[in-house]
T-cell receptor, first 114, second 110 residues
């Protein structure tokens, strides 16, 4: 069974530029999560989807971040414009549903903003 | 949410058992103890979870004290591939949130 797929694995951009991250969850998983992980810290939840609906985006900085999950499968997280402080690893995870005890994480996208 | 306290780092010898402590003194009755680990350049990986009974799976054992204020994750025969950051997380049974702290950096040495 394929795991959670993310692309790109690495991205370097200049500040004020836009950037997008893509995630393909495990087939059949209804719940999708985006996390951000700063250096030396644990991941922090940005947004959670149940199918195509964003049911918790309380931690998503909405002035510059946006996300979508069309057709309840793949998801895209976008930053526009990027700031220096956005440099981090962006992780996507999925689970069968909200109450599943296990979340499956992808390898993440390491973003560097210069 | 209850918070957890873990040592910042620890070393262990290859082939020996690794015992990772976690304090969660304010845990509530409906909160589970979860352990995840994150190997370098990978996403976190689920290891095990429990409510109050000890649990064992193919990866590890979880020992929860009777008062549930602390727990220990045991890797029975540590290998070099077990070198990772280990996160102890307390999560309500009816909640999806995983609140990661800084974890314990475990280095397995040959």
């Amino acid at each position: 069974e394929a795991g959670v797929v993310q692309s790109p694995r690495y991205k370097i951009i200049e500040k004020k530029q836009p950037v997008a991250f893509w995630c393909n969850p495990i087939s059949g998983h209804n719940t999708l999560y985006w996390y951000r992980q700063n250096l030396g810290q644990g991941p922090e939840l940005l947004i959670r989807y149940e199918n195509e609906e964003a049911v918790d985006d309380s931690q998503l900085p909405k002035d510059r971040f946006s996300a979508e999950r069309l057709k309840g499968v793949d998801s895209t997280l976008k930053i526009q414009p990027a700031e220096l402080g956005d440099s981090a690893v962006y992780l996507c995870a999925s689970s069968w549903d909200t109450r599943s005890y296990e979340q499956y994480f992808g390898p993440g996208t390491r973003l560097t903003v210069t | 949410d209850a918070k957890t306290t873990q040592p910042t780092s620890m070393d262990c010898a290859e082939g020996r058992a690794a015992n990772l402590p976690c304090n969660h003194s304010t845990i509530s009755g409906n909160e589970y103890v979860y352990w995840y680990r994150q190997i370098h350049s990978q996403g976190p990986q689920y290891i095990i979870h429990g409510l109050k009974n000890n649990e064992t799976n193919e990866m590890a054992s979880l020992i929860i004290t009777e008062d549930r204020k602390s727990s220990t994750l045991i890797l029975p025969h540590a290998t070099l591939r077990d070198t990772a950051v280990y996160y102890c997380i307390v999560r309500p049974g009816d909640d999806y949130k995983l609140s990661f702290g800084a974890g314990t950096t475990v280095t397995v040495r040959a």
